[in-house]
Structures are given as C-alpha cells and as structure tokens.
C-alpha cells in the first residue's frame, strides 16, 4: 500500500466508520514518540469535524486466529500495540499536535480537534488476517471487542479489498 502510492486503499477503510466523508488525510508510519509508530494515521471530516483513526496493519497470513476461532499471535500482537497508544495519547497528545503541525502549511490554521483532546474523536483499527482465518467464533469477538466502548476495530484484509473495489467503482 505504501510503496504502491496506493492511499485509496488504506483510506478506504473510513467506510467502516462514521467519518473522512468530506476530507481525509493520511499519513504513512506516523510515529507519534521514539516508541511507538503508526503503520497509517487517518484524518478524517465529517459533518461533526475531524476524527482521528490510527491503524495498525499485521500480517495476512499466519497465525491469526485458532482452530477454535480464538484470536492467535497476530491478532493479540496488534490489539496490543492499540492498547499501548490508547494509554499514551491522553498524556502525550500535544506530541501527536507537534508532529502533526510539520505537515501543516504556513498560512493553515488547525481547527479546534486538534488542540482539543476528545477521546471520542480518537479510534483505533488493527487489519490482520483474510476472511478464511475467520468463523463465528472470531467474528464474534471481533465484533465484542468493536462494541465495548474501546473505539478499536478490527478487519481483515478482504475487507480492505472489499472498501477498495468500491472505492475504486464509484
């Protein structure tokens, strides 16, 4: 996606959020400190303002989920590293407005969601695995994990590639 300029079709993930319907931007290996780094950071505008989603990409391949339908390494690994971030950011947000403002042109100014911490606004993505490592056992917790209240959401790559071929259709 990164070496192929292909920001459609990272971007096309937004369609599975209420946000990036008026403007979106993305930013490839977002670092937000010497610790941690965001495989994309995605803005996001909407009718309510920006949102801010933070993407972790693990492999497609692999140990995704069990035989069962638990989440395995590659799931776990990157639901983790969210998790980290998630404690980081409300501590460290004017970091992530430091880094942000070197891609800020001269004369723009930001709009209040980036100096504003809303942890509402802030949300998370981990993308790992293809449709087949999924049953309902997985797609279960997926959807578990995706309702609690963590802002996390996690994907598949066919359903990237699904966003995808209807970006690209419309």
């Avoid at 994309?40 to 069990?66: C, D, H, M």
């Avoid at 998790?83 to 992530?96: C, E, G, L, M």
């Avoid at 802030?122 to 959807?143: C, E, K, P, W």
């Amino acid at each position: 996606i990164k070496e192929e300029k292909a920001a459609f079709i990272i971007s096309s993930v937004l369609r599975h959020t209420d946000f990036g319907h008026h403007e979106r931007f993305i930013f490839p290996e977002f670092y937000l400190s010497d610790y941690f780094r965001v495989d994309f950071l995605i803005i996001g505008r909407a009718s309510g303002g920006y949102r801010f989603l933070f993407v972790e990409l693990e492999n497609p391949y692999g140990q995704i989920t069990t035989k069962k339908g638990e989440f395995s390494t590659a799931i776990n690994k990157g639901i983790k590293q969210v998790k980290d971030w998630k404690r980081w950011i409300p501590q460290n947000f004017s970091a992530i407005q430091q880094t942000l403002k070197k891609y800020k042109g001269p004369n723009e100014e930001f709009s209040k969601e980036f100096y504003e911490l809303e942890l509402d606004r802030i949300h998370f993505m981990v993308i790992a695995g293809r449709r087949t490592d999924y049953n309902d056992l997985s797609n279960q917790i997926r959807r578990e994990i995706s309702e609690n209240g963590d802002r996390i959401k996690i994907l598949h790559y066919d359903n990237l590639t699904d966003c995808a071929e209807t970006v690209v259709q419309t």
